[in-house]
T-cell receptor, first 116, second 110 residues
Framework: NAGVTQTPKFQVLKTGQSMTLQCAQD?????MYWYRQDPGMGLRLIYY???????DKGEVPNGYNVSRLNKREFSLRLESAAPSQTSVYFC???????????????FGAGSRLTVL | KNEVEQSPQNLTAQEGEFITINCSYS?????LHWLQQHPGGGIVSLFM???GKKKHGRLIATINIQEKHSSLHITASHPRDSAVYIC????????????FGKGTHLIIQP
């Protein structure tokens, strides 16, 4: 059981280049998320997908697009990378649990992106 | 938007010490999570709780809903406990994720 798999683990881009971060989960989770982690800041939500076929903006969506390809896969695309997008990106998935509807997250290993 | 504050930001202790990490939040929540981020970067969920106390091995998490405060305790700390511990809160049943604290960087020295 692989959990949440992210690729690539490391990437260096030049300003203006595009790239896609891939994420796949094998736990049959409905919800998937993309976060970024920057020094001195908490994880911040970029986009999320509550279920297959739906996506919604999070706290910091500018400069990114996402695709929920199917229930397993949720990709994050940078169309024209900027140095401000240098960060560590985490994909996560969740299953709703308990009467409160609170979500337990399972994270991928992270993707370190540097934009020069 | 919920504000999540963790203290201390950094903590260095000797092996065997009892460790306490604190988390406070500003708005009522549906659940609070404690996560562990290893030096290699991976993030693991330790606890999710909405009331009372949970225990797993040497780790104990408590929450006081009225005071909007949670603590994570580590008993008989060990160098392998060295990691960043992150508090996160969820404010409802929506699927829009969580609000995260900045983390507490814990180092346990042998």
């Amino acid at each position: 059981n692989a959990g949440v798999t992210q690729t690539p683990k490391f990437q260096v881009l030049k300003t203006g280049q595009s790239m896609t971060l891939q994420c796949a989960q094998d736990m049959n989770h409905n919800s998937m998320y993309w976060y970024r982690q920057d020094p001195g800041m908490g994880l911040r939500l970029i986009y999320y997908s509550a279920s297959e076929g739906t996506t919604d903006k999070g706290e910091v969506p500018n400069g990114y697009n996402v695709s929920r390809l199917n229930k397993r896969e949720f990709s994050l695309r940078l169309e024209s990378a900027a140095p401000s997008q240098t960060s560590v990106y985490f994909c996560a998935s969740s299953v709703r649990t308990g009467r409160s509807g609170a979500n337990v997250l399972t994270f991928g290993a992270g993707s370190r992106l540097t934009v020069l | 938007k919920n504000e999540v504050e963790q203290s201390p930001q950094n903590l260095t202790a000797q092996e065997g010490e009892f460790i306490t990490i604190n988390c406070s939040y500003s708005v009522g929540i549906s659940a609070l999570h404690w996560l562990q981020q290893h030096p290699g970067g991976g993030i693991v969920s330790l606890f999710m709780l909405s009331s009372g106390k949970k225990k797993h091995g040497r780790l104990i998490a408590t929450i006081n809903i009225q005071e909007k405060h949670s603590s994570l305790h580590i008993t008989a700390s060990h160098p392998r406990d060295s990691a960043v511990y992150i508090c996160a809160v969820g404010s409802g049943g929506g699927a829009d994720g969580l609000t995260f604290g900045k983390g507490t960087h814990l180092i346990i020295q042998p």
